[in-house]
């Protein structure tokens, strides 16, 4: 019975993951048109729900369709999840909002209007220092609202800037080899000096433009990623 249980769970599991990958390799390229701030989106892609070291932060948000973007920034998000898989496999990642499948106004945020914004939430340890999901709840309006310190903590939560500072060099390297990269990163200009002060730390600082101010709402439960690919006029 116990192993019949497991075989139909891989079964299941196969599908489900094979499905998944084929929605975004049989879906035609995106295109992308304007800017983050002004722009629009043509054939985007829904970012799958979960994978082996990673989730959606809402799945409300998710079935609301907030979570569409360009193909090629879908195909460095999943390849960077699956290149940490094997180099840091007990770590847990989250993203959070990142368009429509149209792009367009995306409120309440300023920017995600053609595809290639893509929100994360950081990678936590908790108390005994497993790497952890942040507390996602309507009442922290979906993790928006959780407030770290300048320390990197928040309740029983600290930010794995290790991790993080990891995450954001996959990305980068992974547009790379497609052909673009990174035009900028978001994150509160404090806890900057933490990621900064990484093993990564030098090679974030050579080859990604990050904020120096702070901007219009505080990145410090989730960095905000813009990526480079060029678009046609609107
Ligand atoms: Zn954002």
New binding site residues.
Partial sequence: MQLLRRIFKTAGCLILCLNSVSSIAEAPNSQCFGTTSQGKLKHGVILPKKGDNFVVFSELAWHLGRTYVHSKVAEVVLSAYQQLATQSADKKFMYA?TGWIKGGKFSP?K??QNGL?V?FMVPVVDKKGNSAYLPITVKNKLGYNIEFDAAGKFEQYTIDFNVLALHLKVLNETAKSLGFGISRVFFDPKLQKKLFATEQGDYLKANIKFNTKQAWVRHDEHY?VDFDLPCESL
Avoid: P
């Fill in positions: 909002e945020h920017t995600h914004s929100d905000h």
